[in-house]
């Protein structure tokens, strides 16, 4: 069964450091979102992508995270300066379109940030 | 976003049907109401969704209120693979994103 690909799993930084999250969507998925989940919470939606162009990224701290897409296909998450707060789990999903009334998201296992 | 109201935790015996509540008022006509739920140490995954009629498949069933202002997820026979967080989320027809809220966490006693 096709799954949504997160490298690296677990990554520990120390505040001030930068961080790169990876996540390879299924194949034959347009729609591409990064979440942040703070541990005891719900996901929130960082950004969303369709193909290589950002559809949401009003959640997004444009100061310190960029995320892209460039080819369509996978995604790189970037934080820099990373900061004590930025600890939780980054979630990457994919569905393969966001304009129908039916978009089921299949997520990955997601990368589990420390900031020291 | 129209909100979800769910509470923070349930036990279920093994193999006994488990009724997971999800109060939301403020629904909209357009508004689908989506179920999701996440297993320890795993990314969310997609259990079922409905309109307006009561709706079933592999892994649960939704069973909407006629007014729609709340709606039930029931898993037949709750196994120890069933204990997770399930979050009950509107999603109005054409948005681009879940709004996921905090959930119940559902724990299965064996």
Same mark, same amino acid.
């Given at each position: 069964?096709?799954? +949504?690909? /997160?490298?690296?799993?677990? =990554?520990?930084?120390? =505040?001030? /450091?930068?961080?790169?999250?990876? #996540? !390879?969507?299924?194949?034959?998925?347009?729609?591409?979102?990064?979440?942040? /989940?703070?541990?005891?919470?719900?996901?929130?939606?960082?950004?969303?992508?369709? !193909?290589?162009? +950002? +559809?949401?990224?009003?959640?997004?701290? =444009?100061?310190?995270?960029?995320?892209?897409?460039?080819?369509?296909?996978?995604?790189?998450? =970037?934080?820099?300066?990373?900061?004590?707060?930025?600890?939780?789990?980054?979630? #990457?999903?994919?569905?393969?379109?966001?304009?129908?009334?039916?978009?089921e998201q299949f997520f990955g296992p997601g990368t589990r940030l420390t900031v020291l | 976003d129209a909100k979800t109201t769910q509470p923070n935790?349930?036990?279920?015996?093994?193999?006994?049907?488990?009724?997971?509540?999800?109060?939301?008022?403020? &629904?909209?006509?357009?508004? $689908?109401?989506?179920?999701? *739920?996440?297993?320890?140490?795993q990314g969310p995954e997609y259990v079922i969704h409905g309109l307006t009629s009561n709706v079933n498949n592999r892994m649960a069933s939704l069973a909407i209120a006629?007014?729609?202002?709340?709606?039930?997820?029931?898993?037949? *026979?709750?196994?120890? *693979?069933?204990?997770?967080? $399930? $979050?009950?989320?509107?999603?109005?027809?054409?948005?681009?994103?879940?709004?996921?809220?905090?959930?119940? *966490?559902?724990?299965? &006693?064996?």
């Amino acid at each position: 069964e096709a799954e +949504v690909a /997160q490298s690296p799993r677990y =990554k520990i930084t120390e =505040k001030s /450091q930068a961080v790169a999250f990876w #996540c !390879d969507p299924i194949s034959g998925h347009a729609t591409l979102y990064w979440y942040r /989940q703070i541990l005891g919470q719900g996901p929130e939606l960082l950004v969303q992508f369709q !193909d290589e162009s +950002v +559809v949401d990224d009003s959640q997004l701290p =444009k100061d310190r995270f960029s995320a892209e897409r460039l080819k369509g296909v996978d995604s790189t998450l =970037k934080i820099q300066p990373a900061e004590l707060g930025d600890s939780a789990m980054y979630l #990457c999903a994919s569905s393969f379109t966001w304009e129908s009334d039916y978009n089921e998201q299949f997520f990955g296992p997601g990368t589990r940030l420390t900031v020291l | 976003d129209a909100k979800t109201t769910q509470p923070n935790s349930m036990e279920s015996n093994e193999e006994e049907p488990v009724h997971l509540p999800c109060n939301h008022s403020t &629904i909209s006509g357009t508004d $689908y109401i989506h179920w999701y *739920r996440q297993l320890p140490s795993q990314g969310p995954e997609y259990v079922i969704h409905g309109l307006t009629s009561n709706v079933n498949n592999r892994m649960a069933s939704l069973a909407i209120a006629e007014d729609r202002k709340s709606s039930t997820l029931i898993l037949h *026979r709750a196994t120890l *693979r069933d204990a997770a967080v $399930y $979050y009950c989320i509107l999603r109005e027809t054409g948005a681009n994103n879940l709004f996921f809220g905090t959930g119940t *966490r559902l724990t299965v &006693i064996p």
